[in-house]
């Protein structure tokens, strides 16, 4: 079974660019077919997809937030990554990583979830 | 506000049956299918039910969910404590071209 672990600072000053590393054990990130999603929720309220980087590093973003993010793979290390940049408190949440993400493809694994406080 | 509309919360006894509504437009659930993920209390969302009505391995057969047009259900029979949750249903949406979430219904177990 798949497992996923995000880490990263908990805490980000605004303006800043808030980096996030999800470490994927159980299978690999570039064989499968698989796509690999961010989706982060608000304090509180419900969930909003970030993005994904498919098994080959094509890469798509929400359109909402697409001029700030930035997600990439380290297949070595058997990772992925978020960058989201000029970050503001709306931006305080708690993100996870998913595998899926395509049209068709469900997110049927998630991390436990690592929450991001964007404060001065 | 989030594109697809769910009831805030919603309630049942043990061993009831409860049903978790999900609606919104004909470019994300009326073209798409619509998956339903269960959170549990300080947890990450767990996937229930994709393509409209599939199982994953291991979710009990007292979940089911259904489709018709571009509206959508999740029901939950045989009602356990262990299923006081929150709820949330999700599809693509081809007009936004990305996932759609509903708000959440948070169910409670009387």
């Known amino acids: 079974q798949v497992q996923l672990q995000e880490s990263g600072p908990g805490l980000v000053k605004p303006s800043q660019t808030l980096s996030l590393t999800c470490t994927v054990s159980g299978g690999s990130i570039s064989n499968g077919g698989y796509y690999w999603s961010w989706i982060r929720q608000h304090p509180g309220r419900g969930l909003e997809w970030i993005g994904y980087i498919s098994y080959s590093g094509s890469t798509y973003y929400n359109p909402s937030l697409k001029s700030r993010i930035t997600i990439s793979a380290d297949t070595s290390k058997n990772q992925f990554s978020l960058n989201l940049s000029s970050v503001t408190a709306a931006d305080t949440a708690v993100y996870y990583c998913?595998?899926?993400?395509?049209?068709?493809?469900?997110?049927?694994?998630w991390g436990q979830g690592t929450l991001a406080t964007v404060s001065s | 506000q989030s594109v697809l509309t769910q009831p805030p919360s919603a309630s049942g006894t043990p061993g009831q049956r409860v049903t978790i509504s999900c609606s919104a437009s004909?470019?994300?659930?009326?073209?798409?299918?619509v998956n339903w993920f269960q959170q549990l209390p300080g947890a990450a969302p767990k996937l229930l039910i994709f393509?409209?009505?599939q199982r994953p391995s291991g979710v009990p057969d007292r979940f089911s969910g259904s489709k018709s047009g571009t509206s959508a259900s999740l029901a939950i029979s045989g009602l356990q404590s262990e299923d006081e949750a929150d709820y949330y249903c999700?599809?693509?949406?081809?007009?936004?071209?990305?996932?759609?979430f509903g708000g959440g219904t948070k169910l409670t177990v009387l």
């Open positions: 998913a595998r899926g993400g395509d049209y068709d493809d469900p997110f049927d694994q």
């Open positions: 004909s470019s994300n659930i009326g073209n798409n299918a």
């Open positions: 393509d409209n009505d």
């Open positions: 999700a599809a693509w949406d081809d007009r936004l071209n990305g996932w759609v």
